[in-house]
């Protein structure tokens, strides 16, 4: 056995790794640290998505159908006025990716257009043959620095929930997952204005948005998440 290999199994040196990197780098915290020490230790483990974590189910080896919804405030329409069809569609693809039965996004768009609002759960998830309804409702989107026009940042936050729909069950439709969003994109420094178009920067900010909340659905590895 190679030195790497028995270190990796040594639960007792990992202990002593976690230990001293602890001590000898207060500068790093939260979660990255710890992601950091932990590849460092074990190599780059898959996490387990959130909603697996909390319903017991993988969506990328189920056959169940996944609808996807999103809702934001009239004072975020009024100035994004497609945000809600943009994440719609950018987080769909995200989980498409990973094999997920998504309800194709333009179905549910046109859905939104023909009735004016979403409705009942249980008659979407009846139109579309979806045994799950997941709703990210928007409450904050912003892409300008607080006090600084001349710098950009993103922020957004949100919920995001997700329904069980059977209609055999006692309960029709009950609540299955929920986590909320906390969205600030670039995280450690804002980005001048003068650099990038503002059409683009907020292009950046929902691709950020839809893979933050596509994580919460779909194994990955640690590495890669994005908090």
């Known amino acids: 056995m190679n030195p790497v290999e028995q270190f ?40 387990t998505s959130s909603f697996e974590q909390f319903t017991g189910t993988n969506l990328s080896k189920s056959e169940d159908r996944l609808l996807i919804i999103c809702t934001a405030p009239h004072n975020i329409l009024t100035e994004f006025p497609s945000v809600q069809v943009d994440l719609l569609d950018r987080i769909s693809r995200h989980l498409e990716n990973r094999e997920i039965n998504v309800v194709p996004s333009d179905d549910v768009a046109a859905w939104h257009d023909d009735h004016g609002e979403w409705g009942d759960y249980s008659e979407l998830a009846k139109h579309f043959d979806a045994r799950y309804v997941m709703h990210l409702n928007l409450r904050s989107f912003s892409y300008l620095e607080p006090q600084s026009s001349n710098l950009l940042r993103g922020r957004s936050e949100g919920t995001v929930k997700v329904y069980q729909v059977d ?41 950020r948005i839809a893979l933050q909340t596509s994580q919460m659905f779909y194994n990955h590895r640690l590495s890669d998440t994005i908090y």
């Not at 069950?169 to 003068?194: D, G, Q, T, W």
């Open 8 to 47: 990796r199994q040594s639960p007792y040196l990992a202990r002593i790794l976690l230990l001293c990197a602890a001590l000898l780098m207060p500068g790093l915290c939260g979660c990255r640290f710890f992601v950091a020490v932990g590849k460092m230790v074990m190599g780059d483990p898959e996490s």
């Open 167 to 207: 209609d055999d069950s006692l309960v029709p439709v009950h609540k299955a997952f929920e986590r909320n969003l906390h969205v600030k994109f670039p995280e450690i420094h804002p980005v001048p204005r003068e650099t990038r178009s503002d059409e683009m920067f907020v292009e950046n900010l929902l691709n």
